[in-house]
C-alpha cells in the first residue's frame, strides 16, 4: 500500500485530513521518492500556509471494485474531511463494462457521503484505440456522477499533456516525473475551491 504516517503534511486536526483514494497514477508508480503529485501537494498545502494532513491511501493497479471493498475501512481509518478519488483508469483498459465502473464509483461516492466527506472526483480519459463508442462513454462517467451527485471534479487528470510522449515512462502509460506538476496543477485548480475563502483562491 503507498501511504504512510510520512505522508503527513503538518500536525493537523481531525478534521483536516485529505485523503487521496486512487490507483498507480496517485500512488507514484515508477517515481523517485516524495516527487509524485500527491507529494507535491503536500509541499503546496505548506506553502500556502494550509495545515492538512495528507493521506494518500492509492495502490497501483486498484481498480473501482477493489476502491469499493476497501473504502469503509480507509474512512473508518483516517476520517478524511476530504476524498479525492481517482479510480477507473484500470477497469477502462481492461474493458470492463461502462456500467460497471460508473455503479462501482458512485457506491464509493455513497459511503464518502455517509461518512460526511467532501469528495472530488478526478475524470480519466482512455487512449482512442478502446474504440471510440467505450472511450466516449468511459469519460462521461465521471460527467455524470460529478453532476447527478454535485461533486466538484477534476474533467481529466493529465489534462494538457496526455498525448505527449515527453510526460511519461517508458510504459507509455504512466506520467514521469516531469509530469507531476502539470497533474497537481490540474487537480489543485479544483481542489482550492474547496479548502480556500474564494477571495484567496487563485
Known sequence: MAHSDADIAMSPTKSNTIMVYGDSLSAGYGLPQKT???????????????????????????????????????????????????????????????????NNLEAIIKVCKKNKASILLVGMRLPPNYGKIYTKEFSNIYHKIASKHELKLVPFLLEGFGDKLKYFQDDRMHPNKIAQEKILINVWRVLQKMIMPSSEAS
Open 36 to 102: 509524485g503529485w500527491v507529494s507535491l501537494l503536500k509541499t503546496k498545502l505548506k506553502r500556502e500556509q494550509l495545515v492538512y494532513q495528507i493521506i494518500n491511501a492509492s495502490i497501483s493497479g486498484e481498480t473501482t471494485l477493489g476502491g469499493l471493498k476497501r473504502i469503509k475501512q480507509a474512512l473508518h481509518r483516517y476520517r478524511p474531511s476530504i476524498v479525492i478519488v481517482e479510480l477507473g483508469a484500470n477497469d477502462g483498459l481492461r474493458g470492463i463494462p461502462i456500467k460497471s465502473i460508473y
